[in-house]
Antibody
Framework: EVQLVESGGGLVQPGGSLRLSCATSGFTFRSQWMGWVRQAPGKGLEWVADIKGDESEKTYADSLKGRFTISRDNAKNSLYLQMNSLTVDDTAVYYC??????????WGQGILVTVSS | EIVLTQSPATLSLSPGQRATLSCRASQSVGTYLGWYQQKPGQAPRLLIYGASTRATGIPARFSGSGSGTDFTLTISSLEPEDFAVYYCQQRNSWPITFGQGTRLEIK
């Protein structure tokens, strides 16, 4: 069974940093594109970033303006999202997801990031 | 950036009825279009990929169609558990984009 479990969320002050992790199992992690998607409270889904299996390609939403960095450790079957210079607009549930035939499936359960003073 | 516009925003139907949800792209996405279901407090679940292929474990009452710029998700006979929010998503080109969602509610 494919499983993805996010961790590392919580409350952070504006201007702070946070690193999210996504532990995976049940599939050949190193072969798969992976991504992060977020959802602000009461809002729709917003794509954040994608990374190729061998880390040779990374893409980001323009709105992040270089503040976020996606990475992975194929030896640990884990995906990461380093988030810097956080603002209140970054408050959201963050999901990691496996790329599957140019879609995302499955998704992790999500982790809440709250940016507030 | 490819903009996906879903309609209607809200759809009110009764169990047993047929639901038709639309997703229109601002430019062609070929068949790189996925559909997701999201229930309150849960992560999105992949229903359809490649515009028309059901994901593993998805009931046959869910079907997808379309190519290019116009896509449809059809639920042939609504079950109580189908009332949720549905999103389309394109992965033809970056940035990846989602539609704003259609809320399917019980009438």
């Amino acid at each position: 069974e494919v499983q993805l479990v996010e961790s590392g969320g919580g409350l952070v002050q504006p201007g702070g940093s946070l690193r999210l992790s996504c532990a995976t199992s049940g599939f050949t992690f190193r072969s798969q594109w992976m991504g992060w998607v977020r959802q602000a409270p009461g809002k729709g889904l917003e794509w954040v970033a994608d990374i190729k299996g061998d880390e040779s390609e990374k893409t980001y939403a323009d709105s992040l303006k270089g503040r976020f960095t996606i990475s992975r450790d194929n030896a640990k079957n884990s995906l990461y999202l380093q988030m810097n210079s956080l603002t209140v607009d970054d408050t959201a549930v963050y999901y990691c997801a496996r790329e599957y035939f140019r879609a995302y499936g499955p998704w992790g359960q999500g982790i809440l990031v709250t940016v507030s003073s | 950036e490819i903009v996906l516009t879903q309609s209607p925003a809200t759809l009110s139907l009764s169990p047993g009825q047929r639901a038709t949800l639309s997703c229109r792209a601002s430019q062609s996405v070929g068949t790189y279009l996925g559909w997701y279901q999201q229930k309150p407090g849960q992560a999105p679940r992949l229903l359809i990929y490649g515009a028309s292929t059901r994901a593993t474990g998805i009931p046959a009452r869910f079907s997808g169609s379309g190519s290019g710029t116009d896509f449809t998700l059809t639920i042939s006979s609504l079950e109580p558990e189908d009332f949720a929010v549905y999103y389309c998503q394109q992965r033809n080109s970056w940035p990846i984009t989602f539609g704003q969602g259609t809320r399917l509610e019980i009438k």
